[in-house]
């Protein structure tokens, strides 16, 4: 269905979350599925400096993304979409570290065999992350933060970034201006200042 929707996520990234809570909400009532794809702000920065207070954050999210990379190959996108949600309650709403606590509480709430944790330390699972953010990137065609949302096979975007979540008509009037942004090929960027959180 060419209204599907494919979003790219570092799950450590609260912009992010932000998003996928209104790409969830928005999509649902018109069916449109959304694919969930991995994608690394660890990947998108290799060789550059990380600043002291974000080096900590960067570290847990590596085991953040294997485990949910391991949940999507062994039982499917609305596992990983589940544990996605339960991760970013516990991380992006009550403001916990993104540590074993936080992936165990929300394997089990995600209703995920509790041995899926062993996956934080399988390093095996970092190429297909790879590919997967590589394959976002290519549908950018430019290095791209996370989110990255893509519409059918039309070209994907930087973001949006919404703070707060959009509810509503606002929700809804968001995703149409997207659908239809995304269908014109000429259309490369819009910008402006971030909302404080």
């Known amino acids: 269905m060419d209204e599907d929707v494919t979003l790219w996520f570092d799950p450590s990234c609260p912009f992010t979350w932000r998003t996928s809570r209104w790409l969830v909400a928005v999509t649902r009532p018109r069916g449109h599925r959304i694919g969930w794809r991995l994608m690394s702000l660890g990947i998108l920065n290799e060789g550059k400096e990380i600043p002291e207070q974000y080096r900590e954050t960067a570290a847990r999210a590596v085991r953040g993304r294997r485990l949910l990379q391991a949940a999507g190959d062994r039982y499917g996108q609305e596992a990983l979409a589940r544990l996605y949600t339960e991760i970013g309650e516990r991380v992006h709403e009550q403001h ?9 509480e929300s394997i089990a709430a995600a209703g995920l065999p509790a041995e899926l944790i062993e996956a934080v330390d399988d390093d095996s699972l ?43 008509e606002s929700a809804e009037k968001l995703y149409d201006a997207l659908r239809l942004l995304s269908a014109v090929p000429e259309f490369s960027e819009v910008k402006r200042a971030r909302a404080a959180f």
């Open 96 to 104: 916990r570290p993104m540590d074993t606590d936080v992936f165990v």
């Open 126 to 168: 970092e190429a297909a992350i790879r590919e997967s953010h590589d394959a976002g990137q290519a549908r950018v065609g430019t290095p791209s933060g996370s989110p990255i949302v893509a519409i059918g096979d039309r070209p994907g975007f930087f973001g949006p970034v919404v703070v707060p979540v959009p509810e509503g």
